[in-house]
Nanobody
């Protein structure tokens, strides 16, 4: 299984970006059932859970991004998205997508990076004031 993020870049505060995470090497029937999460990390800090979507379709968000970020999946294309609106300078980080072991629908707690088996290489998001 490989995950590949894209869509990062540099924007001014208040702007928007849409991150994508394409999964390959996944059987079509398992991808929809697999919990996936976006994390972010800045130098010197621990990886932080941003938004998660379970294999049942339920979503969770970190308090810092609620109302601004939206996580979604296109199961037909094995692709995870993160729509980020009203970006702030403190959103600057490397963003990673992560997948639970295939077929695991829910991860509890969803914020724990150690519970995810597959990771992308990350995409940089920089927000300037």
């Amino acid at each position: 299984v490989q995950l590949a993020e894209s869509g990062g870049g540099s924007v001014q505060a208040g702007g928007s970006l849409r991150l994508s995470c394409a999964a390959s090497g996944v059987a079509g029937y398992t991808y929809p059932r697999t919990a996936m999460t976006w994390f972010r990390q800045t130098p010197g800090k621990e990886r932080e859970g941003v938004a998660s979507i379970s294999g049942y379709g339920g979503t969770n968000y970190a308090d810092s991004v609620k109302g601004r970020f939206t996580i979604s999946k296109d199961n037909a294309k094995n692709t995870l998205f993160l729509q980020m609106n009203n970006l702030r300078p403190d959103d600057t980080a490397t963003y990673y997508c992560a997948a639970a072991p295939l077929g695991v629908r829910s991860v509890t707690p969803w914020l724990g990076p150690e519970r995810y088996k597959y990771w992308g290489q990350g995409t940089q998001v920089t927000v300037s004031s």
